[in-house]
């Protein structure tokens, strides 16, 4: 992977157009999580459009990489970068949540690109550990990526599935953690503090990089690192901002499931012009 000037002015230009759909659909459909969904918009853009190995025209290529979005409360960013990418037309992005679409507001397989559901937060890296074995047996190629919410990381069996990816040496899986410091109820360090988050992911036997979530120069190298890295899981620990790119949405709690009104939803879409 080439990491050109041009390449990452591409990149923080999808960004954008990922996060004003989020906010478009978010308006249309009154419901749903923008907090981490713009949160996590530069890391899941810079992954599909310069990482990820995939086929919008055939989903289920069995030689393409995996990708779990374990905190599926989100999905309206993988949903955006999934149209973005070819895998439905954008004019679905605006049925979400509406009975009977392929949107729904977690994600599951009757969406285009999508092979596990999610939602129940916890199961994610124990799903990616599955699909990071699978391909051991199955003698496939492929790489395995998750995205994990900071507050979803307090819960056991995240841990528990850290260190089998640990003790199977799965060099093919690489976590992505959204570490934007909010969840539901409030800032995670009040909640239950996850520091020495880097020390703790060592130490249970990961290569553990640390960055800035919104620099693309910083998650395109993560993404190199991690798949040169032999015998042991990666985890990407990205420094992010909570509602990043909307002022009003930055590091306000409320944002975590809260849509945008008509009127906010208008003055978002102006910042982001």
């Not at 995996?66 to 049925?95: D, I, N, Q």
């Not at 009977?100 to 550990?129: K, N």
Request: with cysteine; glycine share 8%.
């Amino acid at each position: 992977m080439s990491i050109t000037p041009k390449k990452i002015e591409e990149l923080e230009r999808r960004a954008k157009q990922v996060r004003r759909l989020i906010i478009q659909m978010l308006a249309q459909a009154g419901s749903g999580h923008p907090g981490g969904s713009l949160s996590a918009a530069d890391l899941i853009t810079a992954l599909y459009f310069s990482v990820l190995k995939h086929n919008p025209k055939e989903p289920n290529w069995s030689e393409r990489d995996r990708f779990h979005m374990s905190k599926g409360h989100c999905c309206p960013l993988w949903y955006a970068v999934l149209a973005e990418s070819g895998y439905f037309p954008k004019e679905k992005l605006f049925t979400l949540r509406k009975l009977g679409s392929i949107l729904q507001g977690h994600p599951d397989r009757r969406t285009p690109g999508v092979d596990v559901s999610s939602g129940s937060l916890g199961q994610g890296l124990s799903v990616a550990l599955g699909m990071s074995l699978a391909a051991r047996v199955d003698r496939k190629a492929y790489r395995v990526y998750v995205l994990l919410g900071d507050g979803e990381i307090q819960e056991g069996n995240i841990w528990e599935a850290a260190m089998a990816c640990a003790h199977f040496k799965c060099d093919n899986l690489c976590a992505i953690l959204d570490y934007n410091g909010f969840q539901i109820d409030g800032k995670t360090c009040h909640i239950m503090e996850l520091e020495p988050l880097v020390d703790k992911w060592r130490a249970f036997g990961w290569h553990t990089i640390e960055i800035n979530g919104h620099k693309m120069i910083e998650i395109l190298s993560a993404y190199e690192e991690a798949n040169a890295t032999k015998n042991r899981p990666s985890i990407i620990i990205a420094h992010t901002i909570k509602g990043k790119g909307v002022s009003f949405m930055e590091n306000v709690c409320d944002f975590h499931g809260r849509a945008p009104t008509k009127e906010e939803a208008e003055n978002a879409l102006k910042e982001l012009e």
